[in-house]
DNA sequence: TGTTAGATCGCCT
DNA sequence: GGCGATCTAACAT
């Protein structure tokens, strides 16, 4: 069976905010030309969060987060991975969803090629190793997520919701905006119970 | 199973 | 100059 047999198109509202966006996220599936997986794991940021990029306000890097909402944002992070975001609320708030994880569903060998690896659980497990198994790098930013290109599906399995801590931020610590689909085995790490 | 260092660059509430 | 919304390999336990 085909890995996209039962899925249709996912509706997502993205002018809803970022929390909310991340958490409806989970269990849809996310393909690049094709290639990608079913979301397990997100994180909320919003522009009066400490930890968020636009919590100072418009820049060059961050300028995409402050534009029309269901558009990408990816930053470079420490210097060499690539992180993607969607953004989210109306533009002009500086809000987005960061995606952290995916369970790989298609185009698993184009994957592994870019990645360098067999395993799959490590294909997608954190922004950095998501975007590069995506393809996913700087020239993507500020474009749409629009078929044919950017796909978001829904159906299949609903998936059970976990929150918690953010993870590799050192502000706003114990705002739970971290989400993931429970008992999943992609996660980039688990969720404390 | 866990801790550490190194890579590398945009931005500086 | 220093610090990240990170990842990997190398080392210790």
Known sequence: MLPQEGLQPAEIDFQAPSAEVARRLIGTTLLVDGVGGRIVE???????DPAS???AGPTARNAAMFGPPG???VYRSYGLHWCMNLVCR??????GVLLRALEPTHGLDTMRARRGLQDARLLCAGPGRLAQALGVDHGWNGRPVQAPTIVLLQGGVPAEVVAGPRIGISKAVDTLWRFGERGSRYLSRGFAR
């Open 71 to 73: 558009h990408v944002y």
């Open 42 to 48: 997100t994180e909320a940021y919003d522009q009066l």
């Open 90 to 95: 109306e533009a002009g708030h500086g809000a």
């Open 53 to 55: 990029h636009t919590y």
